[in-house]
């Protein structure tokens, strides 16, 4: 860091300095209650006069030898004071950097972030459990702090560890987790270095156990959130829309098959709402999130915290300039570097129009009433199909 110095010039130095000497009373008795009495005392303090027989002597007359060499002895006393002023004002100076600089070059400990989704899938072996188990994890330097919230168990918790061992693969308990209250257990774990390792590496994972299942009834592996990119590949708006995690038990795919009531008002006018909340009752539905409009070209990205090795996430919106045509990104691996582009659906409720045709075509408008977007077009009956005429990619989305 630059510096902030502060330049004396030598005159203020100076007058400074003569006038920061401590002047001592009665050096010479002859000089008492003169007027130059203080001036006699501070000529004898920095060693520029030394008197005759202890005298000042006032009134005697001074030689060339004796001009000379007070001016030497002056400027020797100045040399001094100049060079304790320096030091001085070195000192102060790294003292005012060290305050300015406070904190600066040191690395701040980085709050790290991970989670975990425990399920009875992951035990080895698996465990036919409906419970779930959410954990909450975060590090700073070597200190671990969680929170762990289960649902669904077949009893009270009897024991729960982060253990060590990859996913799939079973190991020693490391830690024991804090006991259980109203399904819930927070606390903090001080890590060695071989632990923290283990962690950054995904050697760690989550094991609760109960009375029925002893070795353990859900298990999550500990990881770093991932973060899901999504990007609206057109040149039209995506409405809201859903982004579902969820097991091999439950699909989005309704291809071959009648839409679901509640896909009908996503489809035709962008609501979301009636499907989520029909997903939200399915099983192997472990999550549904809710995703803003994306005009041309947007992008969005959203954490992702249920990680175990085999969820998947899907995600769908309505391409507005369509009647019932939207964009499914379905079952991608819930795993980092998997990306998928969006296979765009026709719901077959309503005939197809021209593309971006406007309301009178069937179209959503957001001035509209939802009754008077779903009373628009001509209503059909068909079954939910690959669209005929979204042919151009819509929706990507990429896990990192």
């Excluded at 520029?48 to 400027?75: H, K, P, S, W």
Aim: zero cysteines; a negative charge.
């Amino acid at each position: 860091m630059k510096s902030k110095r502060f330049i004396v010039s030598s005159s203020i130095v100076g007058a400074f300095m003569i006038g920061a000497v401590a002047i001592a009373a009665g050096n010479f008795a002859d000089a008492e209650g003169k007027w130059y009495e203080d001036a006699a005392n501070w000529a004898s303090d920095t060693g520029i006069i030394e008197g005759i027989d202890g005298q000042f002597a006032g009134g005697e007359d001074m030689n060339r030898a004796q001009g000379v060499t007070m001016l030497m002895r002056y400027n020797e006393y100045l040399m001094a004071e100049m060079d304790l002023m320096k030091a001085d004002m070195e000192a102060m100076e790294k003292k005012m950097d060290e305050m300015m600089n406070e904190g600066e070059g040191e690395e701040e400990m980085e709050e790290m972030m991970y989670s975990a989704h425990l399920t009875g899938a992951q035990e080895v072996p698996a465990v036919d459990t409906d419970a779930m188990g959410m954990a909450e994890v975060t590090v700073k330097g070597n200190m671990l702090t969680y929170k762990v919230t289960v649902e669904g168990l077949t009893g009270d918790v009897t024991a729960a560890h982060f253990h060590s061992g990859a996913m799939g693969v079973n190991g020693d308990a490391v830690h024991a987790l804090e006991a259980f209250a109203d399904d819930m257990s927070t606390g903090t774990w001080e890590m060695t270095e071989a632990e923290m390792k283990m962690l950054q590496d995904g050697g760690l994972y989550l094991n609760v156990h109960t009375a029925a299942n002893a070795d353990g009834e859900i298990r999550g592996q500990v990881l770093m959130p991932l973060t899901l990119h999504l990007e609206n590949l057109s040149e039209g708006t995506l409405s809201g829309g859903l982004v579902v995690v969820h097991t091999d038990e439950a699909s989005l795919n309704f291809v071959g098959d009648k839409a679901p009531e509640a896909l009908e008002p996503l489809a035709e006018w962008g609501d979301a709402s009636e499907l989520a909340e029909m997903l939200e009752g399915l099983d192997g539905v472990v999550a549904v999130y809710d995703t803003e409009a994306m005009t041309a070209g947007q992008k969005m990205d959203m954490m992702m915290k249920e990680l175990d090795g085999t969820m998947h996430v899907s995600v769908i919106a309505m391409y507005v300039g369509s009647n019932d045509g939207y964009a499914l990104v379905d079952s991608m691996k819930l795993m980092t570097g998997e990306s998928m582009v969006a296979v765009n659906h026709d719901a077959g409720t309503e005939q197809n129009e021209a593309l971006d045709g406007g309301f009178e075509n069937g179209q959503p408008d957001a001035d509209k009433t939802d009754q008077e977007n779903m009373d628009n077009g001509t209503a059909t009956d068909e079954d939910v199909a690959v669209h005929d005429q979204l042919t151009d990619d819509l929706l990507k989305a990429m896990l990192k």
